[in-house]
Every structure is written in structure tokens, then in C-alpha cells.
């Protein structure tokens, strides 16, 4: 499923949780990791990452010069992939120069998931640095073909996935490839769909539970009266979820974030993974043992 892992690093600590995550993730599929860092064209040295925090610069030996910022960034991936060896995995590492976003959904192609913080260092350095989102990850949700990995404040273990559901086709993705995770993990999944008609939603539940009831998967449904806004984390507190799987679509104008998933990522402090490609037609999808809606 991820046999290879795209990582985005960018020197933020935020991008050190990304790589915390995509290991845990590594060791549970096995797979090959790809630690990125992206630079900014010749002219911008002044917008460059000047590499991990952990490296503690001084005045003494603060990179000035872009081969000594792109030597900086060489030492943090360096760095990083030293890490995911220790924790047994293979891994190689990237430089590339361009624009972050462009260059994540390019190479994203060519892995199974991508991986990137919830803010980097653009957006810890920008005017709105308390929108919990950074401009490269919205704008990575908006345009990537892959699914996205946006990580929490901190590593988990994602064992207990949290699928927003709601019966749309999207959904229906989401769903699908929640079950296939957790077929492989073992994870419990929870299908929460919110709403303001009971007996509809309870519907929708029963299509989940459908679904859901071929595979020997553990699984429960729940269906919470009110907004997504307050019942996400409300459902996630009450449940201990610590991973949240959630559908996206695609429109004429290309990948777009919907308002939803936007509204999951800010009422949340775990990984979200926004699964953005349709299910093939004739795709069948994983299923799981039935329980009982709560």
C-alpha cells in the first residue's frame, strides 16, 4: 500500500514530526523513503532554509553563502537519513530546485503517499503565523494527485483511524482506503458521519457498515447531530482516534482543498490523510467486519 514514503523537509520542526511519522509508518509497510528538501531558484538565497534547527548555528559559523545554505541542507537530510537507517529502513535523499509545492507534487508520482508538516518554515516565518496551516501545505492539498499525509503536532501511532464519512463518492474513497490500512495494521477504524437528520444519517452509516462487513476488520459507526467544525473534536477526544482519513475531490480547474477538509485540518491536531484520487471504476472496495452503529 505505502511502499515508498515522500518526505518533505524543510529544516521546520514541524517537518522533524513529518519524519518521525513517515518512519513509524515505514516500519509498519516496510517501505522505502524519500527525504526531500526543496531550494529556491537562483536569486531567492535569502528565502533558503538554513537546515535543521538541531544544528544550533552561531554568529561564528552562520551560513552566509548559498553553497554553504545548500551544504547546510545536504547535512540535514544527511541527518534525517541517518535516522530512518537506525530504524532499519532504506532511504535515499533529494535536493531539487524550484518552487516546494510544484516540486512535491511532481516527484509525488512516483511514491505511494506523501508526507509533509501541518506548517514550515514559510508559514512559521509569514504575517498569519498563527494559521495552524502553512501556504505550502494548502497549497500541496490543492494541487497533489497523490494522497497527502498533512502529520499532527506529534507522532502516532495511527492505530485508531478516524473516517469521515458521508456517502459521497469521495467518502466512499476514504473509506475503502481506510479499510485496506487497516487490513494491513490491524488499526480499529471508526465511521463517523455528521449531519442534522438522524434517521438519514443512520442511513449512511448502515451503507458504511455494508461495506464494511466482508473483511474480518474491527470497526464502529457513529453518527453525531451538529457541525463537522465542533464534532471532529469532539469525536476524536472522545474515541482517542490519532489518525483521521478523509476523502477530497477534484474539479474542472484542477485539485482543489474542500471546505471540509479544511475545516478538519484546523479543528485537529492529528495526521490527516486526504486521500484525492478517485476509486477506479469496477474498484472493489476492502471491507470489514460489521458492528453495530453507536
Known sequence: MFTS?????????????????????????????VLL???????????????????????????????????????????????VRRAG????????????????????????????????????????????????????????????????????????????????????????????????TGAHLDVLHVGTDQPEGRKTLARASGALSVAQLDFDTHFIEGELASAIPETIARLGSNALFVGAHRDEGGWQIPSHTEVILRATDIPVLIHMQPVPPGASSYTAHRRTPS
Do not use: C
Open 37 to 83: 528538501h526543496v531550494i529556491p531558484g537562483p536569486g531567492h538565497t535569502g528565502e533558503m532554509a538554513l537546515g535543521a534547527p538541531w544544528m544550533e548555528f552561531t554568529d561564528a559559523n552562520m551560513p552566509t553563502t548559498r553553497a554553504d545554505l545548500v551544504q547546510a541542507a545536504v547535512d540535514m537530510l544527511e541527518d534525517a537519513a541517518g535516522a
Open 89 to 184: 529502513l532504506e532511504v535515499e535523499t533529494r535536493i531539487r530546485e524550484g518552487q516546494a509545492t510544484e516540486v512535491l507534487r511532481e516527484m509525488a508520482d512516483q511514491v505511494g503517499v506523501v508526507v509533509v508538516g501541518r506548517k514550515g518554515l514559510r508559514g512559521e516565518l509569514a504575517l498569519m503565523s498563527d494559521d495552524p496551516i502553512g501556504p505550502d501545505t494548502r497549497a500541496l492539498a490543492r494541487r497533489s494527485n497523490r494522497p497527502i499525509l498533512v502529520t499532527g503536532l506529534v507522532p502516532t501511532a495511527m492505530d485508531r483511524v478516524l473516517i469521515a464519512y458521508d456517502g459521497s463518492p469521495n467518502s466512499e474513497t476514504a473509506l475503502a482506503f481506510g479499510s485496506r490500512f487497516a487490513g494491513i
Open 5 to 33: 514514503i515522500l518526505v518533505g523537509l524543510d529544516g521546520s520542526l514541524q517537518s522533524q514530526v513529518a519524519l518521525a511519522q513517515s518512519i513509524l509508518i515505514g516500519q509498519r509497510f516496510r517501505a522505502r523513503l
